[in-house]
T-cell receptor, first 112, second 112 residues
Framework: SQTIHQWPATLVQPVGSPLSLECTVE??????LYWYRQAAGRGLQLLFY??????ISSEVPQNLSASRPQDRQFILSSKKLLLSDSGFYLC???????????FGPGTRLTVT | TQLLEQSPQFLSIQEGENLTVYCNSS?????LQWYRQEPGEGPVLLVT?????EVKKLKRLTFQFGDARKDSSLHITAAQPGDTGLYLC????????????FGTGTRLTIIP
């Protein structure tokens, strides 16, 4: 069966510090991978998605970036965090024509 | 830009009551999915509908896709406290686009 891992689960970082969030998927090959951010109790904002190694599409201009160094690994990064980067970050994967997405447990990021 | 509006935004009802949540758009979608999210966790896929007019039942939950594939509804019969959560609809397009458009969310609270 497929599983998706995200770490860390929670993170508190000062403004201006770097960020690296990691997501890995097991049990499937060549998945589409996604990074979302969610404000408290709200819907999901798509940040980046990837259909293959090294292929990244950005949805929202910001100080975040994403990379996919391996087929089942997706990394979200920032060189300098802003207060507005605080939120709940979710990674998801999908395969198939209807693009049903399966989410990881999320990372709660607080920028202070 | 495709948008999915959910209503109501918040809903609080007594255990045992029935409820309906709506997901509406002016755009046509090839598929429509419903997710439930509990606090601090990632969304979990409940159902996917792909045919206009399709109805799917999952125990006490009934999902319907509009005939024109622009809207959907989720009906819960005899709500239970375990139904509490954030309900998200998401629409997919198969025109060479691997992204889902997520709705604005409905926060449901079932009072014991």
């Amino acid at each position: 069966s497929q599983t998706i891992h995200q770490w860390p689960a929670t993170l508190v970082q000062p403004v201006g510090s770097p960020l690296s969030l990691e997501c890995t998927v097991e049990g499937t090959s060549n998945p589409n991978l996604y990074w979302y951010r969610q404000a408290a109790g709200r819907g999901l904002q798509l940040l980046f998605y990837s259909v293959g190694i090294g292929q990244i599409s950005s949805e929202v201009p910001q100080n975040l970036s994403a990379s996919r160094p391996q087929d089942r690994q997706f990394i979200l990064s920032s060189k300098k965090l802003l207060l507005s980067d605080s939120g709940f970050y979710l990674c998801a994967w999908s395969v198939g024509a209807v693009y049903e997405q399966y989410f990881g447990p999320g990372t709660r990021l607080t920028v202070t | 830009t495709q948008l999915l509006e959910q209503s109501p935004q918040f809903l609080s009802i007594q255990e045992g009551e029935n409820l309906t949540v709506y997901c509406n758009s002016s755009s046509v979608f090839s598929s429509l999915q419903w997710y439930r999210q509990e606090p601090g966790e990632g969304p979990v896929l409940l159902v996917t509908v792909v045919t206009g007019g399709e109805v799917k039942k999952l125990k006490r939950l009934t999902f319907q896709f509009g005939d024109a594939r622009k809207d959907s509804s989720l009906h819960i019969t005899a709500a239970q406290p375990g139904d509490t959560g954030l309900y998200l609809c998401a629409g997919g397009s198969n025109f060479g686009n691997e992204k889902l458009t997520f709705g604005t969310g409905t926060r449901l609270t079932i009072i014991p």
